[in-house]
């Protein structure tokens, strides 16, 4: 997972807008969800999985937020009832194939899962090539309390839908979405439980990032389990190392496990990255997390 050709510097990019006007901005880049997976991504190996929709009521939809609406994928069981609700948060891609393909595992699980466009104001990463102007341009750009609020919107829009049970929501998130995990864990206390793969911890904080998850450890009461590599470049050991000793004074009962000889994008089955043995792993143990607190 190769960040980028030169450096970012996400506490100084060069040009942001503010987290109120990203929150309220009425303008957005992203109207519906590009089909296939983001060109970043590239080329798309041949272990890609790609889950069946039958039996399951999945596509795009439109999520109400402030100043108009953004795009999202949803899975759900077509058999009538109320799922307990997953929020599934992408990668830097964008809700690519990948990350649809995500729902609509979680669906098979019995759960309404739903994924919004996250940078649905600020780019459309899926014509992106190159990864460094995914975060220059694009990323360094969303504010989290666009994030938080876009994800409560989620939550409202699955709770409108009458197919979901919006007291028992979780949350997974991979990459970018891992490091959300942590944020909105932090800015929703209801939420039951999140999953948290190889999201960064610290790096990211700017003018509209006002925390990385090490500032707020000590804070969050929902309990989070963290899935690690050991091999990230992008996530020092020492690092995962002072995130568990802060979760230990929060409370939360969150863990972190980290698996030592696989690499950041472990769970991408659609890219170099990706280990089949901890992919595995890592779902049962997230699906076992989300079970065990409710959800």
């Not at 450096?7 to 109120?20: K, L, N, R, W």
């Not at 991979?174 to 911890?201: D, E, F, M, Q, S």
């Not at 610290?202 to 500032?215: T, V």
Request: glycine letters at 10%; hydrophobic letters at 45%.
């Amino acid at each position: 997972m190769d960040y980028g050709v030169k450096p970012i510097d996400f506490a100084h990019p060069e040009t942001h807008i503010g987290a109120d006007e990203g929150v309220s901005r009425r303008g957005f880049v992203m109207t519906a969800l590009a089909s296939g997976f983001a060109v970043a991504a590239q080329p798309v190996l041949a272990q890609a999985i790609t889950t069946s929709a039958e039996g399951l009521t999945a596509g795009e939809v439109k999520i109400p937020v402030a100043g108009g609406h953004i795009p999202a994928y949803r899975a759900v069981p077509a058999k009538p009832g109320k799922y307990p609700v997953v929020l599934v948060v992408q990668e830097i891609f964008g809700v690519h194939e990948h990350i649809k393909d995500m729902c609509r595992r979680y669906a098979r699980m019995g759960y309404y899962a739903i994924a919004p466009e996250m940078f649905a104001r600020q780019g459309d990463v899926s014509k992106m090539s190159d990864i460094g102007q995914i975060l220059s341009e694009v990323v360094s750009k969303v504010p989290d309390a666009q994030v938080c609020a876009d994800l409560d919107a989620a939550v409202a829009f699955a709770a409108a839908s009458g197919q979901a049970d919006a007291t028992r929501v979780g949350l997974v998130g991979w990459c970018w979405g891992g490091r959300t995990a942590w944020i909105y864990a932090h800015h929703n206390p209801k939420l039951k439980a999140a999953v948290a793969y190889y999201g960064l911890l610290s790096g990211m904080k700017s003018p509209i990032k006002a925390h990385d998850p090490l500032d707020i450890a000590e804070q969050i009461k929902v309990p989070v389990l963290g899935l690690y590599s050991g091999k990230d470049a992008y996530i020092p050991m020492d690092q995962v190392d002072r995130m568990r000793a802060g979760l230990m004074k929060s409370g939360s009962n969150s863990e972190i496990v980290v698996f030592p000889n696989v690499d950041h994008g472990f769970n991408a089955d659609y890219r170099p990255t990706y280990d089949k043995r901890a992919a595995t792993y890592a779902q049962q143990l997230a699906s076992d997390w989300l079970k065990d607190h409710g959800v």
